[in-house]
Nanobody, 122 residues
Framework: QVQLVESGGGLVQAGGSLRLSCVASGRTFSRYAMGWFRQAPGKEREFVADISWSGGMTSHADSVRGRFTISRDNAKNTLYLQMNSLKPEDTAVYYC???????????????WGQGTQVTVSL
């Protein structure tokens, strides 16, 4: 069992930056691949980024590539999402997840955090 708690969300102007954190409980954090997802009002939850257990492999959605960076610190049981050059369309609730990679290296979430709100204004 893994419990995840996100923080770092807030209100920021377009072009600004935020760094989200996700702290995991338990001693098995380093065994899991981790990911960030987001859900905007009236839309389905969508993939943002994922990272392998060691941090050596990452993947980012086309919509955020070059602006967002996922990283992790296994010694601190913490996952990060550095978000730069934010746009109003990045407004959403952001969720971290712990999971595994499927046979096609697609990320599959097993555990979810409660989410943190990110709002980007013009």
């Amino acid at each position: 069992q893994v419990q995840l708690v996100e923080s770092g969300g807030g209100l920021v102007q377009a072009g600004g930056s935020l760094r989200l954190s996700c702290v995991a409980s338990g001693r098995t954090f380093s065994r899991y691949a981790m990911g960030w997802f987001r859900q905007a009002p009236g839309k389905e939850r969508e993939f943002v980024a994922d990272i392998s257990w060691s941090g050596g492999m990452t993947s980012h959605a086309d919509s955020v590539r070059g602006r967002f960076t996922i990283s992790r610190d296994n010694a601190k049981n913490t996952l990060y999402l550095q978000m730069n050059s934010l746009k109003p369309e990045d407004t959403a609730v952001y969720y971290c997840a712990a999971g595994v990679y499927g046979s096609g290296y697609e990320f599959r979430a097993n555990y979810w955090g409660q989410g943190t709100q990110v709002t980007v204004s013009l």
